[in-house]
């Protein structure tokens, strides 16, 4: 792949962000995925540890020990030679159940694309979608590979309050909510899975560059998977990369 | 082992380390002391390692017991009085106590955090790498929350040995402007923003707290809109929302963000950003990050080097006279509280 020329920009002395782009797309969140594996691999001495995004990596360096300059030359021969994140992915299958009481907004967003609810969630669940970053709160997930004919502009009025393991769209991002939250995302479904569990033996399942699928749920089998959730089962399957 | 009943304390009273790195790539932000100079200090007065897990006190301090065995104790950060059994304990001083023994922080007259350490630590495990409490995942702390009257605290020892310990010649706390390297989206911003982000004076609004302490004052200008594809945060960034106002991110903030944030306070200036209550006057000056790192180096040695200045406590003159002549009363806040809020 051709690198667009990534800029180096300053988080005081404890940080730098290395930003491939501006935008929301899947090409720059490679870039950031494969620096941010590479630098895994090659472990720069003085890293403390790093943040990838849509668009951008941040890396938290501890300055008692090195500078922007030291570790700047290891991240740029990195650079080089990267390609975009490729190979062996987590794939992970989210059983989700769409609508009614655990998606509320499902209907009004079918019906402003004027497709039927089925329709809808066929689209939603049929996409393979990449895991760009992890943000806002522990275990939140934001996801590429929404469907575009289902995109779709964020509400004007956010809720103060959305449920733990509510799926949403936002414009043309997806998202997996791991805790209860305000949001401005239209709710289309709720997950039992929990991204973040802190009493489970794999506190975290997903990470930033993993797939995820949508498996459709009827809403019977909602109480017996929450309660396997909540006595520590993942719900969630992690099958082999796509 | 010993064991503290908290029979009183403010709600935002918490148990906090030195932070919990490692995780922000999962979302969970670092938390950690506001004001790690003074974690480290209060540490070191009761002979714990600079990041062991302490209490930290904001605005309202607390009563406490010692519930069983011997404990020794230290309070360091903004001006609060510590007191056992209604008698006010020396400044940088540590103090043992035994069961039954009562004591008491007071509220805080200047500054925002005050840490109380306990020599030997809390016997509380850690919790994903760390004793900070992180208040929306529910992790580290008491319990996965904060500090409440009822809760008994457990000590990884039962006593304590030698003296306690008196610090001379503290550090007083800098004045004048809090040191920021520009970035990382000063771009994002009219180079007339960035004039009056480095020009004016702002004022530390009541929106004050462990996410973040918004400033109000001079408008600054962005270039191109306010709004950004979320990019990763560190401790101490600036962002500026569209009211143009900006808001620093403090240990409890996110991992990602959507606002362009114009500079970042460097971390030789951020627990003295830290102990600035709403009202206070803040201005802010562009360093290299040459410069900062420079000067964060030289502030840890500084750290470092107060373990030269321990004494044992009795043996040195903490009359209050001599800690009035010193402007010290109160611990080493209230004299650059003092500088910034007279630069009005």
Redesign the interface.
């Known amino acids: 792949m051709s690198l667009p020329s990534p800029r180096f920009l300053a988080c005081g002395d404890t940080a730098v962000t290395v930003e491939f782009g501006r935008e929301i797309s899947p090409e720059l969140n490679a870039l950031a995925l494969g620096l941010d594996a590479a630098l895994r691999d090659a472990s720069v001495p003085g890293i403390v540890e790093t943040v990838p995004t849509y668009r951008s990596l941040l890396i938290q360096f501890d300055p008692l020990t090195t500078t922007p300059e030291e570790i700047e030359a290891p991240i740029r021969a990195l650079l080089a030679t990267l390609e975009s994140r490729t190979g062996a992915r987590r794939r992970w299958k989210v059983p989700v159940v769409y609508g009614g009481e655990y998606g509320i907004d499902l209907e009004d967003v079918a019906a402003r694309h004027a497709i039927s609810v089925n329709e809808l969630i066929k689209r939603h669940s049929e996409a393979v979608y990449t895991v760009a970053m992890l943000g806002f709160l522990p275990g939140f997930c934001y996801l590429a590979g929404l469907d575009p004919s289902i995109a779709t502009p964020r509400r004007t009025d956010p809720r103060a309050v959305t449920p733990a393991g509510s799926i949403a769209i936002g414009g043309i991002q997806a998202n997996i909510a791991s805790l209860e939250a305000p949001s401005g995302w239209h709710l289309l479904g709720r997950t039992p899975m929990r991204p973040f569990m802190p009493s489970r033996e794999r506190v975290f399942l997903i990470d930033a560059g993993d797939e995820v699928v949508f498996e459709p749920l009827p809403a019977e089998r909602w109480d017996a998977l929450d309660k396997a959730a909540a006595a520590g089962e993942w719900v969630a399957q992690e099958v082999s990369g796509g | 082992m010993a064991e503290i009943e908290i029979l009183d304390c403010g709600a935002a009273t918490t148990i906090q380390d030195a932070g919990r790195?490692?995780?922000?790539?999962?979302?969970?932000g670092p938390a950690g002391a506001m004001d790690r100079d003074s974690l480290a200090v209060a540490n070191l007065l009761v002979g714990n390692e600079p990041g062991e897990a302490a209490i930290e006190f904001a605005g309202i301090g607390g009563r406490f017991r010692v519930a069983s065995g011997e404990i020794r104790i230290a309070l360091v950060g903004a001006e609060a009085v510590l007191s056992v059994d209604g008698q006010p304990v020396a400044p940088f001083t540590s103090v043992t106590l035994r069961a039954g023994d009562g004591f008491s922080v007071g509220p805080t007259r200047s500054g925002m955090f005050t840490v109380l350490a306990i020599a030997g630590g809390l016997d509380i495990a850690p919790?994903?790498g760390s004793r900070s409490l992180?208040m929306?995942?529910?992790?580290g702390g008491y319990q996965?929350r904060g500090l409440r009257a009822g809760n008994t605290l457990p000590l990884r020892r039962d006593a304590v040995d030698g003296d306690d310990i008196a610090l001379i010649d503290p550090p007083l706390l800098e004045s004048g402007p809090i040191r920021?390297?520009?970035?990382?989206?000063d771009d994002h911003f009219t180079a007339e923003g960035v004039e009056t982000f480095l020009a004016s004076t702002y004022t530390v609004s009541q929106q004050a707290d462990r996410m973040g302490y918004r400033l109000s004052g001079p408008k600054i200008a962005h270039a191109d809109g306010f709004n950004?594809?979320?990019?990763?945060?560190?401790?101490?960034?600036i962002q500026v929302p569209g009211s143009g106002e900006p808001i620093v991110l403090m240990a409890d903030r996110?991992?990602?963000?959507g606002y362009p944030?114009i500079a970042?306070?460097?971390?030789a200036d951020l627990a003295r950003f830290a102990q600035m209550r709403p009202g206070s006057q803040v201005s802010f000056r562009a360093v290299s990050?040459?410069d900062?790192?420079a000067?964060?180096?030289s502030h840890?040695k500084r750290l470092a080097a107060l373990r030269d200045n321990l004494r044992v406590a009795g043996t040195i003159d903490l009359s209050s006279e001599r800690l009035l002549s010193l402007n010290l009363v109160g611990g080493w806040v209230s004299a650059a509280m003092d500088a910034s809020e007279g630069a009005a």
């Open positions: 790195y490692g995780l922000q790539r999962f979302g969970v919790q994903l992180h929306r995942a529910g992790i996965g920021v390297v520009l970035g990382p989206q950004i594809v979320s990019d990763g945060i560190v401790t101490g960034a996110q991992t990602t963000g944030k970042t306070i460097i971390s990050v040459q900062a790192i000067a964060v180096r840890a």
